[in-house]
């Protein structure tokens, strides 16, 4: 018997229309290097989901590669980037933005959120230090969202995230690596417009989201790294066959498919999230999106993994670990029952 | 009337094999970050296509960035890399060895080659020259084959190259983003275990042998970088999904592709220089691999430019310029055919 | 009336015997870039001083420069340097470290100082974590001495700390900027030969000890970088009169000099300590060296300012806030006196 | 017998007017990280040499540090400098500009210069390549003034490089680490008025002028980067005893001592390339400063190395080499006395 798998929402290929696009497309010939149709396309169809023309979108490869390119060429030399401290890219990119020469500056978090008044108090504080032209200055906010727990900011919280930044002038950057996961959740309160609004730039992740590797790199047009395409080439970060990227993206945004593919995760990890309930299980952390995180007796561990896959997360104790459950496009009603059956 | 393409090897998406190959496997469940099983499965391939036990093989998604990776894990920090002038890591990169910290030290070439000799005087001087310690030291030696005007080392070249790279203890890096057509013409006088056995790092090109993305970066054991996949994570070079990179090399290395999809692209290069010959152009280089260089005048560019595509390379003088004319796996007889009534 | 100092360690000049040999060797020919006979001599009587010869001594200029180059030059590429969360290099050094590629990792302080069980958890945490991989390696430990907050670790707790780092094989490095007043405090149970025998790399702060600048690097041999004098004039480090620093160092530790001029500011210290406990201000900790931290009124602040010149440390409450008095080799008995007449 | 020195014009400390400054404000506390009353008058002096308000000018401590913080503060990321392929920071600084992510785009050299029409057409081409967002962008001209060889812009060839610069908008930088001994040159056209207007940005050097370490940096304020002082810090370049560097350059900007400085090397220099033309000797090259480039027979050289010190330049052919003698603000008639006895 093949083992089901909720180890993350990357353990399977192309959404079946991402893969039917890149296949349909295959034999064209096409321009490299991001200049092809299809890039255009997806371009276009973003800044409408997005529902403005102010915007420049950008198609990248991966998550950490993007998070640091979007960063370290809006952040001046001297700039390091503000993140709660359980953000990703202070814990587990490998030190890719120190990489490129900048420090993260971690504030505390609150289920992996940062709230605006840490924030306020923050910048405040750095600018009446009497020393602070010895430190590194803030230049950006770094927020993910969902956040690394599955949490989601209310539109309220992101306002007032926005508020802060724009008051002191410095973008609020939004990592969307499952951001169709949050925008599909109950919990959520804003679209994509809302999110295009409040934050200064972001990124729209697919590997996450059914594609085969790509995330769309959007900035307010003031923030436009100048000569974006030749430093994401500096950092090799440029494909040749853009249009690997465009194609996906232009299916990903073709037909509310990016929206039904959050919504079937969604609707999976709700399912998932009862029957955990149901039996009684202990939840490290209350998600509404498509990653589950329960605490499991060390022992359970062992059993369980005879039969399901997913990851570890954390240690709890000596005797219990987090681990987490992840849905996505392809996850099934049968993995659903099978797991039942384990549990 | 569509137009045909002879604008490089990657205008067109992957060869079918490849492409099969990612629909075969698709909604299998995989782990991620290049532990999959199609990633070790081509790992041992092209570890036997290598004939050696001796190195490690790890794929990556482009060209500049395995390049910049490989360049920069395995140069100490005051050591910079020597290539030849026309080498792409010293001009098409933009600056991204430079980005890394290290300098790309230029040596003259010919026809795109640098020779043991200009190799082995710089070197010598380098060591006698007193004020060396405030010189940025030769760590590596770079070149790329075929080269960026399609011409190829000889193994006679190559093992000069190799001896002298050795006898100073600097390792002699390959660029190999079109390693298949070298190996394919009839201008070799060398396999890949050659390639393997004389080189002490190098890459096996994918995107533009059939990939959509894709290259094995192959490193004699001595010089593989610790914990070389942390350091490819922190330059945001990691895909999730690396599957993507594994299926492919698997199909690439599967019943002989890899050579055949050389082979095919070779032969229609060499009938695609018959063409021109035939009519009198005349061309730039003798190139024997899959890219040909052609000088036309600017006129008649813009003539042929309504029936096909093809890649501007260089100006020549005020009245012509240099083109570049490529086939690849998807290059057909009829392309060619339509190419000659166009002539 | 001119106003006294006590505003830091590196308001006036040279120690009158350092600036003597600037001023006796100021018109002898010497070579540069530290090969000169002073700097030789001074590495010389440094190894002395620390009871080995198994260590290397290099002279560089200022605080964050040594500790910049000493922290990059030995980490891999892929790892970062552990730091209690109020050490400098995180905090006061502008990102310096980073700025080299690096990443400061942040453990918890208590008065300034690591300890050697959140050292060892950290390590034993970072190490049984699966997901370590994706993850900043700690390659090396940073410890003050004294510390940001002027206190000092006991030979116990530096042994404990060097034990661990021993046992993970990753050197600890001790930023000695101030470290001839931790020499000479009665609070110190530790000589300088104790403090080479325990660390794996250090430096002897210069510029606050009575140099003009300057501060010298020393590692134990198996942690010296490879051609580092080649890296520090990669990273602009290098003077031409590299004189400047051989002469001043080797005045220092010729007749006892360095001792001398910490035992003075500490005696200086000691006395300006009980001046303001006599007259009931409150210190902010009990630090055993030349910095004192003292938590004032606002309204006061203003009121000394007139009189006498210190630091702004940090903010304590709405009404109140953190000063430092710090005092040197120039600290005079008048200057204490004046001192007392104010407060 | 001592032997007499003109291996460079770092070989001896400092000029007795500068010393002297260094004595007299020896004792008075001064603020840090030149914020003292020093560094703002040298600042002041220094834009009233340049005969005008619009710069802005701050010290560093010595030429490659100055280099390469003044040309990676002003280019962008995606930006390399322009630079005669003889140029100091292309070869002798060891990679410190790379080290900091940007590419030296090499040039050709005639007597160590540039031309503005080498200049010009590599601009003008730089703009029509189709490929060039796939390559460094010229963001600055480097040159050095002296050059490496001693020789000099005349201000025609200054001015013509400025307009060429102006006309792309990209600064023109004047590595000036002898610019005193260009001024005083008979060969000179130009006042440190003239480079200040022809130049975007400059450096002022204080090391090989007279002073024991320090240059000043000088951007024409359209230039300034953002925060330079605290980029200064972050790259290890801050001093916390600034007043060293204004002290120094206070003095220097005195009573005419800079210019001093260099009439009497300049003059020491015309009668050492009288003496070795008397004597028969070949040069190297026509050099009007106070670096002569000699061509000796390696036996020679042994034979004068007995008694005079010089500096290896470079190997000329098998049997012969060659050498720089310099003077400086230290070389005396005697020294001249006892040179000419030993030819």
């Known amino acids: 018997m093949t083992k089901i798998s909720f180890a993350s929402d990357y353990t399977t290929g192309a959404h ?16 490299g290097y991001g200049t ?24 990248l490869t991966g998550g950490t590669q993007t998070n640091a390119l979007m960063i370290s060429t809006v952040l001046a030399p001297f700039e390091g980037v503000i993140s709660a401290e359980s953000g990703h890219i202070g814990n587990h990119e490998a030190g890719a933005v120190e990489y490129t020469g900048h420090k993260v500056l971690p504030l505390p978090q609150k289920e992996g959120k940062l709230s605006a008044d840490d924030l306020s108090s923050y910048l405040a504080g750095f600018y009446t230090d009497e020393n602070h032209e010895h430190m590194v200055f803030p230049g950006m906010v770094y927020i993910s969202h969902p956040t690394e727990y599955g949490t989601l900011y209310t539109r309220e919280e992101l306002s007032a995230l926005s508020r ?83 194609v996906q993206f232009d299916a990903l945004f073709t037909d509310n498919l990016y929206a039904e593919i959050g919504a079937h995760a969604i609707m999976m990890a709700e399912k998932l999230k009862a029957l955990f309930s149901e039996k009684g299980y202990r939840f490290f952390i209350d998600s509404p999106t498509n990653q589950q995180f329960i605490i499991l007796e060390n022992e359970e561990i062992k059993r369980l993994q005879n039969h399901v896959t ?18 996505s496009w392809s996850t099934t009603e049968d993995d659903l029952k099978i797991l039942s059956e384990i549990l």
């Open 36 to 59: 092809d149709c299809y890039t255009k396309s997806a371009q276009e169809k973003i800044k409408k989901a997005c529902d403005t023309q102010d915007i420049d979108v950008f198609l």
């Open 164 to 246: 802060v930044c724009r008051s002191y002038h410095i973008p609020l950057f939004l990592d969307g690596a499952r951001l169709g996961y949050g925008l599909a959740s109950k919990a959520s309160d804003m679209t994509l417009s809302d999110i295009a609004a409040l934050c200064d730039m972001f990124y729209i992740g697919g590997t996450k989201m059914g594609a085969l590797c790509g995330e769309a790199a959007v900035f307010h047009k003031e923030y436009t790294p100048k000569q974006f395409m030749t430093q994401v080439k500096q950092h090799g970060a440029m494909l040749a066959k853009g249009r690997l990227l465009g």
């Open 16 to 31: 079946p229309k991402v893969l039917e696009a890149l296949i349909r497309t295959n034999l064209e010939p096409l321009s």
């Open 310 to 327: 997913f990851s570890y997360w954390e240690k709890a104790d000596e005797t219990h670990t987090v681990v987490r459950f992840a849905t």
